[in-house]
């Protein structure tokens, strides 16, 4: 049967030419000069500007914003396709370059909005042209007065990109070169990180086994430069934040994801106190397939019933069909992605691990490209389902002013895990037998397994690395000692073998946009339970209320989004226990169906 859907995205709609387009080429020497000279005005500008004036120089940050994104989103596809792109890898220095001069030409607007007396200011975001970014001009207010100087803070810019960001190039190199030996099919293969990762989900315990055993001696023989990477990234954040007097390692990542710390708080003790609800998880699932406990490569792994493939086709009209029950809208944004070829999917070597959406505001169409590697699992469909959430937030976004569209992380994953969970509950009420709806359900428990325990995991991991490094670099060996006991307390010591090496394997440790790039998971992922429960209790009707609250989503604090659009307050356990309460209805309802 021929493919209806290529699995190959079009970049060339934007640049034609990948890394060698003379179009790209322009794009970022005209940043290279209108970005400074945008700075040269607002450092210019005079403390009794007018209303007009800060119009147009907000109008022109804004565009600029946009163009830098879209250089941005176009290196990171072309990297992420290709690891060994050489000429990407250069263009992506020039972007980071790029990117160090906007966020200087920020802090110089943040001081003057900070010079503003409180009179004229309100009255600046009270004008009809401006309030719509009013709050985000209040966070920059504020962000200043939080910051060193503007000279200090436009050096900080200057030298991260070959002091900070390069050691987050160094990792991607190191994975990208990368090759994991691996017999398949009577032949001895060389795979990629992307392609080795995914044979983790091979229903033979004996295949996932040797998978995890080369997986870690590869991690492990290149753990001495990673180990590297790491404490300078790390370094350099603790430094800067000792200067600009910022006493938590946690300040930075709160403030970005617009939440307290005592919602955090909350949000942890409440699962804490929930965990032992999944012991009985475990031990079924240990039981079923014949191991008296779980070992790291189980926890994820397909049971026997789920293993049978999808193909990408398949997976694509499931997705469109189930998205139509709940809001068309979301649906023909899916079909655009298919059909468009807004999609990178095939799996093939030279990828790197992982999946991700990146948005390309240019067109203010709300275009966007998701990059995974499918491998017609059940996990890859709800890969592709969470990749689209992601999408379906910008587009709803698209006709916002680009400041009001910088949504924080933690409700980012809000949609993208909403959308997973209508894939997979329509999978698991579609199941025609028994064996197939058990298969179903283990998956959505294990994604709830994912965020409550091993992102829990990678929070204690970091929280103490952190705390360690405050006294000097630590070395590989503490790192996997460190991580262990984070897996172990996380998961409770439900499991008989643990992934030590996991600060080496994942990427989310190694970026430089996002610093703790793990609890605003776990923040998405509950937070959308509980919207997920209401849209059922309301039915279609409740469509236009997840678009208006997506639509907020950087324009407030999420508690001020939750008690405005849910009517319910996130420093408190009741909303994440109720959600967690639905997570305990799954396990039951696993028992009762696995019970012999």
């Given at each position: 049967?021929?493919?209806?859907?290529?699995?190959?995205?079009?970049?060339?709609?934007?640049?034609?030419?990948?890394?060698?387009?003379?179009?790209?080429?322009?794009?970022?020497?005209?940043?290279?000069?209108?970005?400074?000279?945008?700075?040269?005005?607002?450092?210019?500008?005079?403390?009794?500007?007018?209303?007009?004036?800060?119009?147009?120089l907000?109008?022109?940050?804004?565009?600029?914003?946009?163009?830098?994104?879209?250089?941005?989103?176009?290196?990171?596809?072309?990297?992420?396709?290709?690891?060994?792109?050489?000429?990407?890898?250069?263009?992506?220095?020039?972007?980071?370059?790029?990117?160090?001069?906007?966020?200087?030409?920020?802090?110089?607007?943040?001081?003057?909005?900070?010079?503003?007396?409180?009179?004229?200011?309100?009255?600046?975001?009270?004008?009809a042209?401006?309030?719509?970014?009013?709050?985000?001009?209040?966070?920059?207010?504020k962000?200043?007065?939080?910051?060193?100087?503007?000279?200090?803070?436009?050096?900080?810019?200057?030298?991260?990109?070959?002091?900070?960001?390069?050691?987050?190039?160094?990792?991607?190199?190191?994975?990208?070169?990368?090759?994991?030996?691996?017999?398949?099919?009577?032949?001895?293969?060389?795979?990629?990180?992307?392609?080795?990762?995914?044979?983790?989900?091979?229903?033979?315990?004996?295949?996932?086994?040797?998978?995890?055993?080369?997986?870690?001696?590869?991690?492990?023989?290149?753990?001495?430069?990673?180990?590297?990477?790491l404490?300078?990234?790390?370094?350099?954040?603790?430094?800067?934040?000792?200067?600009?007097?910022?006493?938590?390692?946690?300040?930075?990542?709160?403030?970005?994801?617009?939440?307290?710390?005592?919602?955090l708080?909350?949000?942890?003790?409440?699962?804490?106190?929930?965990?032992?609800?999944?012991?009985?998880?475990?031990?079924?699932?240990?039981?079923?397939?014949?191991?008296?406990k779980?070992?790291?490569?189980?926890?994820?792994?397909?049971?026997?019933?789920?293993?049978?493939?999808?193909s990408?086709?398949?997976?694509?009209?499931?997705?469109?069909?189930?998205?139509?029950?709940?809001?068309?809208?979301?649906?023909?944004?899916?079909?655009?992605?298919?059909?468009?070829?807004?999609?990178?999917?095939?799996?093939?070597?030279?990828?790197?691990?992982?999946?991700?959406?990146?948005?390309?505001?240019?067109?203010?169409?709300?275009?966007?490209?998701?990059?995974?590697?499918?491998?017609?699992?059940?996990?890859?469909?709800?890969?592709?389902?969470?990749?689209?959430?992601h999408?379906?937030?910008?587009?709803?976004?698209?006709?916002?002013?680009?400041?009001?569209?910088?949504?924080a992380?933690?409700?980012?994953?809000?949609?993208?895990?909403?959308?997973?969970?209508?894939?997979?509950?329509?999978?698991?009420?579609?199941?025609?037998?028994?064996?197939?709806?058990?298969?179903?359900?283990?998956?959505?428990?294990?994604?709830?397994?994912?965020?409550?325990?091993?992102?829990?995991?990678?929070f204690?991991?970091?929280?103490?690395f952190?705390?360690?490094?405050?006294?000097?670099?630590?070395?590989?060996?503490?790192?996997?000692?460190?991580?262990?006991?984070?897996?172990?307390?996380?998961?409770?010591?439900?499991?008989?073998?643990?992934?030590?090496?996991?600060?080496?394997?994942?990427?989310?440790?190694?970026?430089?946009?996002?610093?703790?790039?793990?609890?605003?998971?776990?923040?998405?992922?509950?937070?959308?339970?509980?919207i997920?429960?209401?849209?059922?209790a309301?039915?279609?009707?409740?469509?236009?209320?997840?678009d208006?609250?997506?639509?907020d989503?950087?324009?407030?604090?999420?508690?001020?989004?939750?008690?405005?659009?849910?009517?319910?307050?996130?420093?408190?356990?009741?909303?994440?226990?109720d959600?967690?309460?639905?997570?305990?209805?799954?396990?039951?309802?696993?028992?009762?169906?696995?019970?012999?």
């Open positions: 049967m021929t493919q209806k859907y290529e699995m190959n995205w079009d970049l060339d709609v934007f640049f034609e030419g990948g890394s060698s387009s003379s179009a790209f080429a322009e794009l970022l020497e005209q940043l290279k000069s209108e970005i400074p000279a945008l700075k040269k005005e607002l450092e210019s500008m005079k403390e009794d500007a007018g209303v007009e004036v800060w119009h147009d907000l109008a022109r940050y804004q565009k600029l914003m946009s163009s830098t994104l879209q250089a941005y989103s176009f290196v990171d596809c072309l990297t992420s396709a290709n690891v060994k792109d050489d000429k990407a890898k250069n263009l992506g220095g020039h972007v980071q370059a790029i990117h160090a001069d906007l966020l200087a030409a920020s802090t110089v607007l943040e001081a003057g909005l900070a010079k503003l007396s409180d009179e004229s200011f309100t009255a600046l975001i009270s004008d042209k401006i309030e719509r970014i009013a709050f985000n001009l209040a966070e920059k207010r962000a200043s007065l939080d910051k060193l100087n503007p000279a200090m803070e436009e050096l900080v810019g200057d030298l991260s990109v070959s002091g900070y960001h390069a050691w987050s190039d160094v990792y991607s190199s190191v994975v990208g070169r990368m090759e994991i030996p691996f017999e398949e099919d009577g032949e001895e293969k060389k795979l990629s990180v992307g392609q080795m990762f995914t044979r983790f989900q091979s229903p033979d315990r004996e295949v996932r086994k040797d998978v995890f055993e080369r997986w870690e001696a590869a991690w492990t023989n290149e753990s001495e430069l990673i180990a590297l990477a404490n300078n990234l790390a370094g350099y954040r603790l430094a800067l934040y000792k200067h600009r007097k910022w006493d938590s390692i946690l300040k930075e990542p709160l403030e970005m994801n617009r939440m307290s710390e005592e919602t708080t909350t949000m942890w003790e409440t699962i804490s106190q929930n965990k032992h609800r999944l012991t009985p998880f475990f031990e079924r699932k240990a039981k079923i397939i014949g191991v008296d779980l070992s790291w490569y189980d926890v994820d792994a397909p049971l026997p019933a789920g293993s049978s493939k999808v990408f086709d398949e997976a694509a009209t499931f997705i469109t069909e189930q998205f139509q029950q709940f809001n068309p809208q979301m649906a023909e944004f899916a079909k655009m992605n298919f059909e468009d070829r807004w999609i990178e999917a095939e799996d093939r070597p030279g990828k790197r691990p992982g999946g991700f959406m990146t948005d390309f505001p240019e067109n203010n169409k709300g275009e966007s490209r998701i990059f995974m590697t499918f491998a017609g699992t059940p996990g890859c469909v709800s890969t592709l389902a969470h990749e689209l959430g999408g379906y937030h910008t587009y709803v976004m698209k006709d916002l002013p680009m400041l009001a569209q910088r949504y992380m933690n409700v980012a994953e809000t949609a993208s895990t909403f959308a997973e969970m209508i894939v997979i509950d329509a999978a698991i009420t579609k199941a025609t037998d028994k064996e197939e709806k058990v298969a179903l359900l283990a998956e959505k428990i294990q994604s709830a397994i994912a965020f409550c325990m091993n992102i829990h995991a990678r204690l991991f970091e929280t103490k952190y705390a360690a490094r405050k006294n000097g670099p630590v070395s590989k060996d503490s790192l996997n000692e460190l991580m262990e006991q984070a897996q172990k307390d996380a998961f409770i010591n439900l499991l008989g073998e643990y992934n030590p090496t996991f600060w080496a394997s994942k990427l989310h440790f190694y970026g430089t946009d996002v610093p703790f790039y793990n609890f605003p998971y776990t923040f998405g992922y509950l937070f959308s339970t509980g997920y429960a209401r849209a059922l309301e039915g279609p009707s409740f469509a236009d209320k997840y208006s609250l997506l639509k989503t950087a324009s407030m604090s999420v508690e001020e989004l939750a008690s405005r659009h849910l009517g319910v307050d996130l420093t408190k356990p009741d909303f994440w226990q959600a967690l309460d639905l997570v305990a209805a799954d396990v039951e309802e696993f028992l009762a169906l696995t019970n012999e």
